[in-house]
């Protein structure tokens, strides 16, 4: 995975709460073999609507998805995060996530940041406002702002999700900091024992 330290851009308003994972990416998307090519499904039912918010030019190349509370609950599904991924969002700011969404995220470099209930209703509002506002998600210092709205908070991130994200770590990434290790028990395992190619 890519690492991620800042995400800075302009940001897409879904001003919904309880959005859950088949919204996100519906279900008959889920036949696809790849891991590629689910942008094209994101919100797929809800782009149906001409006036819903993906569909406003205003937005178009937005990195960075402000949502409603209790985001991405439902069945855990990677394919919601790689399909936020695949449309161009490196971020997602929430007042809550699922558990196990939030944990798909960290996987694979989608950044999740979790921000209190009033400052996400305020990103909301001052992104309806003004569809050029500039975000700043700073992963290695934990804060997220918009300055020219006067918005500045900081979010919580465990040290090992921030160590992940910021040096690209994905669960292969993890274990391939071990090589030298795992390459020296390799050489010394008794001759019976099978062997890894």
């Known amino acids: 995975m890519q690492a991620v330290t800042v995400v800075s851009g302009r940001a897409v308003p879904l001003d919904r709460s309880d959005v859950d994972t088949d919204q996100i990416i519906p279900s008959d998307w889920l036949k696809r073999v790849e ?3 689910f942008g094209a499904g994101l919100f797929a039912e809800w782009r149906d ?3 819903f918010v993906l569909n406003n030019e205003e937005y178009a190349g937005a990195t960075i998805l402000v ?3 209790n985001f ?3 069945s855990s599904r990677e394919h919601a995060v790689w399909a936020l991924q695949d449309y161009g969002f490196q971020a997602v700011i929430s007042p809550q996530f699922a558990d196990i969404f939030r944990n798909n995220c960290t996987k694979v470099g989608l950044v999740p940041v979790q921000v209190d209930a009033r400052v996400g209703r305020e990103l909301l ?5 003004d569809p050029s506002l500039e975000i700043t998600v700073d992963v290695a210092a934990g804060t997220v702002g918009a300055p020219a ?3 500045e908070t900081t979010f919580p991130l465990d040290e090992f999700t921030r160590a992940r994200l910021v040096n690209g770590w994905d669960d292969i990434g993890l274990t391939l900091r071990y090589v030298d290790e ?3 028990y390799e050489s010394q395992r ?3 024992l099978p062997i890894t190619r």
């Open 182 to 184: 795992i390459g020296s």
């Open 125 to 129: 509002d001052a992104i309806i406002a």
């Open 35 to 37: 891991r590629t090519g």
């Open 72 to 74: 991405g609950t439902g």
């Open 149 to 151: 709205a006067g918005i």
């Open 190 to 192: 008794p001759a019976w």
């Open 67 to 69: 949502a409603g509370p």
């Open 49 to 51: 609507d001409r006036h």
